[in-house]
């Protein structure tokens, strides 16, 4: 199964605006980081390495709105850090609801039962929790035992309040196909989460743990042998079929980095969410100012082994817009 309908026909109705206006680079999903704080030190986030005094700073709800309206995304994930560490976190979503956005709020989910009553259960309104594995290799992964019980209960605590939860989760080179398979299952059929996200791990440049991302031919042979036998069919995974058979080598495709930009207390950051070459004050200055074809496998050597949802899932959305064939696969799959 692919992303929910609700999802597919708000971002297919943005898509076709964009076409007829003729605008040529614009944004599916905005990655917004109102903080870098963080209760957790996960092997393969770097973000709690920036300055003690960025880690302290907060993004003023106003700024975090405006910069939504600036880009004209339709769906927003906001990120960090931990975004439930952010005093008013709740107006941030609140806000972009009122403003008609479907609203991604990524979290560890250990602080969430202590914050869930801040919300409201919406219908354009989720919870994504990380969930990169089952107990034990998820505790590896945030490096502190105890998390995974905590994420499941919380989970469990959200969908009794009426909340829809998602999930994400990161496979590293320490993977194998039957872990994929194990993790997705029980996300899929014991938590029964609304949707999942996955992606292949890329080497984010200030995480602790460079050991273990994985390369393209190690991620196409991971999610080829996984997705074998129809299995990611039963999954009710947040992609669109094309990005899930780039995965597993049957399509390639070209990154298309200002697909889903991020935007933090830095600014908007250059070129993605993962390469920090920079910032810009403006939506428009992001664009103007960004050598977009300077970046990709081929161009930079730092995009060689990528294959990250952020970069290529807008090139799986587009083309699949483009077809009438793959269109009604996507309508099919939701």
Same mark, same amino acid.
């Not at 003023?60 to 994930?77: H, L, R």
């Given at each position: ?30 990655? $917004?980081?109102? $903080?870098? *704080? +963080?209760?957790l030190?996960?092997? @393969? ?33 906001? *990120?960090?850090g931990?975004? $439930? ?20 709020? +990524? ?12 919300? #409201?259960?919406?219908? /354009?309104?989720?919870?994504?929790v990380? $969930? ?7 505790d590896?992964?945030?490096?502190? /035992?105890?998390?995974? /019980? ?18 994400? =989760? =990161? ?15 029980y996300?899929?059929?014991e ?6 996200q ?32 129809g ?6 995974? !947040? ?15 070209? +990154? #298309? ?12 950051q ?11 004050? =403006? ?6 100012? #960004?050598?977009?074809e300077a970046? @990709?496998?081929? !161009? /930079?050597e730092? +995009?060689?082994?990528c ?7 807008? =090139? ?19």
């Amino acid at each position: 199964m692919a992303m929910p309908l609700r999802q597919n026909l708000k971002v297919g109705s943005y898509l076709m605006k964009q076409k007829v206006r003729g605008v040529e680079k614009y944004p599916l999903v905005l990655e $917004l980081e109102p $903080l870098f *704080a +963080c209760n957790l030190k996960c092997a @393969g986030c770097g973000k709690i390495q920036q300055p003690h005094t960025l880690l302290k700073q907060r993004m003023p709800v106003e700024q975090a709105i405006a910069a939504v309206e600036e880009c004209g995304a339709p769906v927003v994930s906001i *990120a960090g850090g931990e975004p $439930l560490m952010h005093p008013e976190i709740e107006k941030i979503v609140d806000g972009l609801i009122e403003r008609g956005r479907i609203v991604l709020l +990524c979290t560890n989910a250990v602080l969430l039962p202590k914050h869930i009553d801040r919300f #409201t259960a919406h219908r /354009d309104f989720s919870f994504i929790v990380h $969930l990169d594995g089952l107990q034990e290799r998820h505790d590896e992964s945030v490096c502190k /035992d105890g998390v995974f /019980d905590q994420a499941v209960a919380a989970i469990k605590l959200a969908q009794s309040r009426g909340f829809r939860v998602m999930t994400n =989760t =990161t496979f590293f080179s320490t993977d194998t196909p039957a872990d994929v398979i194990s993790v997705l299952d029980y996300i899929n059929d014991e938590l029964g989460a609304d949707n999942m996200q996955i992606s292949p791990g890329y080497a984010y440049g200030k995480a602790p743990d460079q050991e273990h991302f994985l390369g393209v031919s190690q991620t196409r042979a991971l999610f080829a042998e996984a997705f074998a036998e129809g299995r990611r069919k039963k999954w009710r995974l !947040n992609h669109s079929p094309l990005f899930l058979d780039f995965l597993e080598g049957k399509r390639d495709f070209e +990154c #298309t980095p200002w697909g889903i930009p991020s935007y933090s207390l830095l600014g908007w950051q250059k070129p993605c969410y993962l390469l920090d070459d920079g910032y810009a004050a =403006t939506w428009q200055e992001y664009l103007d100012t #960004t050598d977009f074809e300077a970046y @990709g496998r081929g !161009n /930079d050597e730092r +995009c060689a082994n990528c294959m990250a949802h952020c970069g290529y899932e807008p =090139t799986a959305v587009l083309a699949t817009m483009s077809s009438l064939k793959e269109s009604l696969r996507a309508a099919v799959a939701s």
